[in-house]
C-alpha cells in the first residue's frame, strides 16, 4: 500500500520527519535505490598499512538492504563483497574474482553487523528515514535518536547524533560483533561523516569514517571519500 505523505507523518516521530525533510529526503517522491561510487582506504586493527581502494554501493530506500562491491591489492585483484539481502548478511574476499580468501559463514551475528552498517549509513539514503517503514525509530532529545530494525538474535539499533546543522554526524553501536566467527567479540563501533554538501538537492556527506572502540580508544580502519552518488526516484 502507497503512503500518503499524512501517513508518513503520522508514522514517523516529528523530530525524525523533520531530519528527513531538512536533509531533501522527499515524501511525495521515493527514490528506491541509491548507488554510490566509493574511494578510499581500509586496514585490520593490528596492522600498520592501509590498502587503497575502489567501491560501489547500492542502496536500498524501501527495505534494509545493500551491496559493497570493492576492488583492493595489487592491480585491484582482491576483490569485496559486504552486502545485507533478504534479511542475511554476506561477506566474502577473493583474490581475481575466483580464488577464496574469507567467505563468512551466514549466521546471526554476521546478519546483526550488516544490519548496523545499513542502519549507521543512512546519511547516504535520506530517503530510507520516510519510505523504508522496516525501521524504528526512538528520540533522545533534539540532536540524538536511536534506529532498530530486524528481530530476534538479528535484531540491530544504531544511535545517530546531529551536527549543529541537524545533519547526521555520526552513528554508534555499543555491541557490534569484530569477528565473522565466534567468538565474536562485541565491541564499540562508531563512524562519523563529514564534509557535507548540497548534491540533487540532498544534503549528503561526502567522506567517512569507522572505527571500533578498544580499552578507550578509537581505532580507525576505515575511511572513504564520495566520488559519485545517484538515486533513481518515482513520482507516488
Known amino acids: 500500500m502507497i503512503e500518503t505523505v499524512q501517513d508518513i507523518r ?58 559493497w562491491r570493492a576492488r583492493t591489492g595489487p592491480l585491484g585483484i582482491i576483490t569485496i563483497r559486504d552486502a545485507f539481502l533478504h534479511g542475511q548478511g554476506h561477506l566474502t574476499v577473493k583474490a581475481l574474482g575466483l580464488i577464496p580468501i574469507t567467505t563468512a559463514p551466514i549466521s ?45 538474535d538479528a535484531a540491530a539499533e544504531v544511535l545517530l547524533n546531529l551536527d549543529s546543522e541537524g545533519r547526521i554526524a555520526g552513528a554508534f553501536a555499543p555491541d557490534r560483533g569484530r569477528s565473522v566467527k565466534p567468538p565474536y567479540l562485541l565491541t564499540p563501533w562508531r563512524g562519523s561523516f563529514s564534509d557535507y554538501r548540497r548534491h540533487q538537492d540532498v544534503w549528503l556527506p561526502f567522506a567517512g569514517e569507522v572505527g571500533w572502540e578498544i580499552d578507550g580508544q578509537l581505532h580507525v580502519y576505515f575511511q572513504c571519500l564520495i566520488q559519485e552518488w545517484q538515486s533513481l526516484s518515482t513520482a507516488l
Open 108 to 152: 546471526p551475528q554476521l546478519s546483526r553487523g550488516e544490519l548496523m552498517r545499513y542502519l549507521a549509513e543512512i546519511a547516504w539514503a535520506p530517503g530510507a528515514i520516510l519510505h523504508n517503514r522496516a525501521l524504528r525509530w526512538r528520540q533522545y532529545g533534539p540532536d540524538r535518536m536511536a534506529v532498530s530494525a530486524g528481530s530476534g
Open 10 to 67: 503520522q508514522r514517523l516521530p516529528t523530530t525524525v520527519y523533520e531530519l528527513a525533510i531538512r536533509l531533501g529526503a522527499k515524501p511525495d517522491v521515493e527514490c528506491s535505490t541509491v548507488k554510490i561510487r566509493q574511494t578510499g582506504q581500509m586496514k585490520e586493527i593490528s596492522a600498520a598499512n592501509w590498502m587503497k581502494f575502489s567501491a560501489t554501493q547500492t542502496m536500498s530506500t524501501r527495505a534494509c538492504e545493500f551491496d
